[in-house]
Nanobody
Framework: QAQIVESGGGLVQPGGSLTLSCVAS????????MAWYRQAPGKQREMVAY???????TYADPVKGRFTISRDNAKRMTFLQMNGLKSEDTAVYYC????????WGQGTQVTVSL
């Protein structure tokens, strides 16, 4: 049964940090690249970070140098370390395998505000 559970969101002040976590079922995670996406109110969902099974990473320009994606293959987990948060990072964050976009988890809300 496909399953994705994201956690770690919250309210943080500008300049602060958060670490998001995601655990996915084997059918989604095993041998797959994983990515973190976000969707802000009124905007389309966008990919912000990508990691291959082997650990190679790619980042969207708005988050380069501030966000770090990682994974623990033994635990089927994906992480997003977010530093230097800005108000424009406010969104619901999702993780998923780009090869599996028919099913999504509930996401985790990140709000950056004073």
């Amino acid at each position: 049964q496909a399953q994705i559970v994201e956690s770690g969101g919250g309210l943080v002040q500008p300049g602060g940090s958060l670490t998001l976590s995601c655990v996915a079922s084997r059918s989604i995670f095993e041998f797959a690249a994983m990515a973190w996406y976000r969707q802000a109110p009124g905007k389309q969902r966008e990919m912000v970070a990508y990691i291959t099974w082997g650990g190679d990473t790619t980042y969207a320009d708005p988050v380069k140098g501030r966000f770090t994606i990682s994974r623990d293959n033994a635990k089927r987990m994906t992480f997003l370390q977010m530093n230097g948060l800005k108000s424009e990072d406010t969104a619901v964050y999702y993780c998923n395998a780009p090869s599996n976009l028919d099913f999504w988890g509930q996401g985790t809300q990140v709000t950056v505000s004073l």
